[in-house]
């Protein structure tokens, strides 16, 4: 069962061949069983108290295409059923007294919640490493990391522990941990998907997306997330759309973009090579190839590694010990009470970067440094409408490598940064980009990794996105392999 899409499921519940409720026995099962240490936590009694009020809904007529479907959150969008942690100790038995809106659409589609995902602490991270709750197993490999920071999310649907999760995308975080794990994930244009209730990092960046087996389920699962809140004020308002409309049109004449920077020297040869394979499917399919040049791709790292502290660093300081989550045992004054609480409430990570976001942001260092690096962001942004001047879409490698080692990078936070440069230059632009399963590299172990092509559109051409990727989809078989 665990192996059907979204869709497939929806008709087996519509046609009532299977409950809500089994299906959600079905899937906890396989949580239970897991050693990925892919969920932060679960509540079975809540899930099937959702399960039964979703077989109600199905009794009556009343359901729609997600209503009895399980779904599991990134730990970084809050629930009022189960905890909210970030990741973080300093969350870790925090419980918020509101759902974020998109756990709302979820539920008020009938959605059915499995658990929490793990993720890196305040989704910092490339590798899953940097949770409180410890490290996500690849289930391709159980040696090799997820990808981060939603590796809790990527790694649930690889080992089909549930049929859809939610993910964050601040500088790749979608689509470098579904191409790691070879499932299916999108960042929409920033601005669709609402981030209330979304534990922020870095909130010109932040965006959350769904992680599935498919495009066509991503699709389906986007219909039900964006939307305008008037909570976020950064949310866009547009009239809603069918993101699954053009899932069936062909692509002849589509013209993709071929980034120069993307395939340059530190591109690993097994990623090259299963990206210029499905480039050549997709001429298969009736698209020509066009060289274009981003060329300050290399330039995004130390903009993003400026920008995105930046914003963190004021973001957590409502961190504090008074209003949310943990807070320091003994204390001799109100100022030690705030050290303390922070000292021990943060991981490594998040206080680098506390570090490096107030340096960046502090009298003298502005101009120089947030200044200096808001000014590259915009030219990175008109790179990319130069560049869509000649092309329809822009592909390329999601990650230099296939997912690496754990712990190999883990005490080394710039090889980390390093390992971003795909991912980081959409999201400084705020376009929506995918990443879909195209093959398997060996890594340095010789062992089968998955790799991701990665998608890139115009700003609100998510549909378009998923289009492109369908058609990959019914070419091809990478998405269906599972690691059992
Ligand atoms: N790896 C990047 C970082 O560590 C991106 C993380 C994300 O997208 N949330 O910041």
Redesign the pocket.
Known sequence: MHKHSLKQLSALLQSKQVSATELAQHYLARIQSSTLNAFNHVDPAFTLQQAASADQRIAKGDAGILTGIPIAHKDIFVTRHLRSTAGSRMLENYISPFDATVVEHFNAAGMVTLGKLNCDEF????SNENSYFGAVKNPWDTSAIPG??SGGSAAAIAARLTPAATA??????IRQPAAFCGVTGIKPTYGSVSRYGMIA?ASSLDQGGPIAQTAEDCGLLLNAMIGFDPKDSTCVERATEDYNRDLSKNLTGLRIGVPREFFSEGLAKDVEQAVRAALAEYEKLGATLVDISLPKTELSIPVYYVI?PAEASSNLSRFDGVRYGHRAADYKDLTEMYKKTRAEGFGDEVKRRILVGSYVLSHGYYDAYYLQAQKIRRLIAQDFQAAFQQCDVIMGPVAPTVAWDLGDKSDNPVA?YLA?IFTLSTSLAGLPGMSIPCGFGQGEKNSKRPVGLQLIGNYFTEAKLLNIAHQYQLATDWHLKSPE
Do not use: I, Q, R
């Open positions: 989704a910092m991270g490339s981060g920071s964050t995308d601040t500088g790749g975080s990092f995105a980390n971003d």
